[in-house]
């Protein structure tokens, strides 16, 4: 079914669009069937997760953080991760900037924005975000490549609810790419609501069990 399901995916979207199959918590059988069918791009959320299937599976796959991400454990993703969805604080970039110093990496990261209604999500609200952005502090990280936005929608059934948010993220994204930083990746769509996101101008989804199934 992976293999079918990724078809079925990848064939409605349009070239700027990477999927990042989001294979947290499903094993690494599961994984090297995404991989056996041509998928190179793989989510995770934990650090430790990541980590060891990293080492077991084939290196030419590029591993995305998605989770939260807790400064003492950024050390143990910088020697491969290929882009950190979840930049939400200074204080986490400047430890992902040391580090990857240490290492002599550049590593990539988004800047997560809180625009669902939910408050356990982790995230920037767009005041944080723009005063990130304005005061540019994250200009002296010679080691962090500041290269989009992420976002996650509400957990509601309201299409446009979700839409506006989207739509919200996408503008702010433009602001910021115009006056401040350029981007290229804006990473917003799950499972349930990517559609929505591609047609509200995503270029990166991140697409869990839609592929692998419920988990
Ligand atoms: C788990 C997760 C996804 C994928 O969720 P699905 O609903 O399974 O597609 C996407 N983004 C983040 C940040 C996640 O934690």
């Given at each position: 079914?992976?293999?079918?399901?990724?078809k079925s995916i990848t064939s409605g979207l349009h070239?700027?669009v990477?999927l990042?199959?989001?294979?947290?918590?499903?094993?690494?059988?599961?994984?090297?069937?995404?991989?056996?069918?041509?998928?190179?791009?793989?989510?995770?959320?934990?650090?430790?997760?990541?980590?060891?299937?990293?080492?077991?599976?084939?290196?030419?796959?590029?591993?995305?953080?998605?989770?939260?991400?807790?400064?003492?454990?950024?050390?143990?993703?910088?020697?491969?991760?290929?882009?950190?969805?979840?930049?939400?604080?200074?204080?986490?970039?400047?430890?992902?900037?040391?580090?990857?110093?240490?290492?002599?990496?550049?590593?990539?990261?988004?800047?997560?924005?809180?625009?669902?209604?939910?408050?356990?999500?982790?995230?920037?609200?767009?005041?944080?975000?723009?005063?990130?952005?304005?005061?540019?502090?994250?200009?002296?990280?010679?080691?962090?490549?500041?290269?989009?936005?992420?976002?996650?929608?509400?957990?509601?059934?309201?299409?446009?609810?979700?839409?506006?948010?989207?739509?919200?993220?996408?503008?702010?994204?433009?602001?910021?790419?115009?006056?401040?930083?350029?981007?290229?990746?804006?990473?917003?769509?799950?499972?349930?609501?990517y559609r929505?996101?591609v047609?509200?101008?995503?270029?990166?989804?991140?697409?869990?069990?839609?592929?692998?199934?419920?988990?």
């Amino acid at each position: 079914m992976i293999r079918e399901n990724l078809k079925s995916i990848t064939s409605g979207l349009h070239e700027g669009v990477t999927l990042v199959a989001v294979s947290k918590t499903k094993p690494v059988e599961a994984i090297m069937e995404a991989y056996e069918a041509g998928q190179r791009v793989f989510g995770e959320n934990k650090v430790q997760e990541m980590t060891t299937k990293y080492e077991e599976l084939p290196k030419d796959i590029k591993w995305h953080l998605l989770g939260h991400l807790q400064t003492n454990k950024v050390k143990y993703i910088v020697p491969f991760v290929d882009l950190i969805h979840s930049g939400d604080s200074t204080k986490l970039l400047s430890e992902i900037n040391r580090q990857a110093g240490r290492q002599q990496r550049v590593v990539n990261c988004l800047i997560q924005i809180h625009i669902a209604v939910e408050e356990t999500k982790f995230g920037m609200s767009y005041e944080e975000a723009e005063a990130f952005f304005i005061n540019g502090h994250f200009r002296q990280y010679e080691h962090v490549n500041i290269k989009g936005l992420m976002g996650m929608a509400s957990n509601v059934e309201d299409e446009e609810q979700i839409r506006n948010e989207f739509r919200m993220l996408k503008s702010f994204y433009d602001k910021v790419s115009l006056n401040w930083h350029k981007l290229d990746v804006l990473s917003m769509g799950m499972s349930h609501d990517y559609r929505i996101a591609v047609e509200e101008g995503s270029t990166m989804i991140r697409v869990g069990s839609a592929i692998f199934g419920l988990r």
